[in-house]
């Protein structure tokens, strides 16, 4: 089992780009996460999927859409870049525990 | 509103000796509660959970981690620290429902 996979692992936009966040789980896993984590304020939840078809606003999900396109894959999509997206992007999925993807580096600059 | 705390950004500690990183949280209702730790560059991994029955839980590499309900923390512990048990300590909570709320992080610093 790969667990939860995410792409790519590291970006550099310029402001007002916009990307897609790639993750994908094999753990058959109902609920899906969005975290960004930032220094000194530890994740923040940005969108969640509790189940295929239904997604959610997190703590902070200003500039931020999510699709969630079937029950392995949930991406995340930055239609205009700030430099205050600067961040490291974590996936997690869910059954009691979560698990977590090896995140995704991104600077706006 | 749920939070979670954990009051010290750093913990140093020297190698064989005993650790504990601290974590306090405020929901209602009976919580599940959760360590994760991350090394550099990684995600985070799971060490152990709290859900229901004894206080005292053990999880991955020799961690544990006690229960208090009345005053509302979930420790992390360990008898003897390893240089290689310095990495980031996430508490969390899970009031009900498919949320955690996460606190800040420690930073755990084990040195010779």
């Known amino acids: 089992n790969a667990g939860v996979t995410q792409t790519p692992k590291f970006q550099v936009l310029k402001t007002g780009q916009s990307m897609t966040l790639q993750c994908a789980q094999d753990m058959n896993h109902n609920s899906m996460y969005w975290y960004r984590q930032d220094p000194g304020m530890g994740l923040r939840l940005i969108y969640y999927s509790a189940s295929e078809g239904t997604t959610d606003k997190g703590e902070v999900p200003n500039g931020y859409n999510v699709s969630r396109l079937n029950k392995r894959e949930f991406s995340l999509r930055l239609e205009s870049a700030a430099p205050s997206q600067t961040s490291v992007y974590f996936c997690a999925s869910m059954e009691y525990e979560q698990y977590f993807g090896p995140g995704t580096r991104l600077t706006v600059t | 509103a749920q939070s979670v705390a954990q009051p010290e950004d750093q913990v140093n500690v020297a190698e064989g000796n005993p650790l504990t990183v601290k974590c306090t949280y405020s929901v209602s209702g009976n919580p599940y509660l959760f360590w994760y730790v991350q090394y550099p560059n990684r995600g985070l991994q799971f060490l152990l959970k709290?859900?229901?029955?004894?206080?005292l839980v053990k999880g991955s590499y020799g961690f544990e981690a006690e229960f208090n309900k009345s005053q509302t923390s979930f420790h992390l512990k360990k008898p003897s620290a390893l240089v290689s048990d310095s990495a980031l300590y996430f508490c969390?909570?899970?009031?009900?429902?498919?949320?955690?709320?996460f606190g800040t992080g420690t930073q755990l610093k084990v040195e010779l």
């Open positions: 969390a909570v899970r009031p009900q429902g498919n949320k955690l709320t």
């Open positions: 709290y859900i229901t029955g004894d206080n």
